[in-house]
């Protein structure tokens, strides 16, 4: 059996729902929690787990999480059964750590423990020649999703919106550009007349 992957986006859930989300909860640990709910981190055991916009995170989930990076254990929220995993975490932000540990807004201990292998990704518009390669893969996967096989490229007009564009929501905001001149393309190619205004 392959490994097991699971992303978690700290920013799409409230504090306890997240919580809940990574290390489960017993029936009736809050309102709504009509059964027992195994978490991320138990799913996960043996695994990895992708921890998205973890900057977002709030000061009590930061504390549970260096728990379980520290001695693989943790509670089920309302519960008191202690879990033993062994989970790989690779955690994502586009926030800086460093200046919100200044600020007392993210766990210093937490830093150290995820900082173990850090790969620092500059802003798109500092690598353009990443855009070409970038508008390939969205293209080719949101035509797939839309059903739109019959289109076959990016025309040169268009190719050259997007190089010089800064990008201030980065590979994200290509993403939603890329789908939106799919949407407003008729042909077989994309060119610049499909892109949104603020690109051209």
């Avoid at 909860?25 to 787990?49: L, N, P, S, V, Y």
């Avoid at 990076?69 to 519960?79: H, I, P, Y």
């Avoid at 201030?168 to 550009?177: A, E």
């Amino acid at each position: 059996a392959l490994p097991i992957f699971v992303a978690v986006n700290c920013a799409a859930l409230p504090d306890q729902l997240l919580e809940s989300e990574l290390f489960g909860h017993e029936k009736g640990a809050f309102t709504g929690a009509d059964r027992r709910r195994t978490g991320r981190f138990e799913q996960c055991d043996g695994g990895t787990i992708f921890l998205d916009e973890i900057g977002d995170m709030a000061p009590i989930v930061q504390a549970k999480v260096l728990r379980v990076l520290q001695e693989q254990k943790f509670e089920r929220v309302g519960g008191n059964e202690t879990i033993t995993t062994d989970v790989r975490i690779v955690a994502a932000t586009n926030r800086n750590l460093e200046e919100m540990v200044a600020e007392g807004e993210f766990r210093d201990d937490l830093l150290y423990r995820l900082n173990g292998f850090t790969i620092n990704l500059p802003p798109l518009r500092q690598r353009a020649e990443d855009i070409p390669d970038l508008i390939e893969y969205f293209l080719g996967r949101a035509s797939r999703e839309m059903r739109k096989s019959d289109l076959v490229g990016v025309a040169h007009d268009a190719l050259a919106a997007m190089r010089a564009y800064a990008w201030p929501g980065n590979v994200r905001q290509l993403q939603s550009v890329v789908r939106q001149a799919i949407i407003n393309t008729t042909g077989t190619v994309v060119d610049a007349s499909a892109l949104p205004e603020f690109v051209r």
